[in-house]
């Protein structure tokens, strides 16, 4: 059986996902863009029951008559899409989101114009900015590791 795990930066909401995932996406829409703060959701829909909080729930945001959307409420992360016809998680909250492809862009009447081109932006790595930012040498991170902490409910069977 597949499992996927994820949760917020600061690690309070925990989730595991059995059993494999929906479609992958990204959403351009204006709701979308201010539930994360950013150009665009990657999101990820889960089957039904498939989905387990593994520490604490989100909190939740009615964004709309017919939609909440779950968020940490000790450290912010966006991290649910919650519609009548089910949930989707945010891609970037997996403990390996490399793993979750996004196969298809929605919302795209209000697609950013400039996230087309957003890959030929110059690229500096953290590295490289450690020489201009030299406070970057004396951080210690209190993001929660991409994986499982030991109290969270016990895997069913061994993780691929
Ligand atoms: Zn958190
Ligand atoms: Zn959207």
New binding site residues.
Partial sequence: MTIFTGGCQCGAVRFRVEGGLGQASI?H?R??QKAFGSFY?PLVSVPDGALAWTRREPKRFRSSNLVQRGFCEDCGTPLTYEAPDGIALAIGAFDDPAAVAPAIQ??TEAKIAYVDGLHELPERSTEADVESNPYLSKLVSRQHPDRPGEDEMPLQGPVA
């Fill in positions: 959403c829409c709701m979308c959701a929605f919302g």
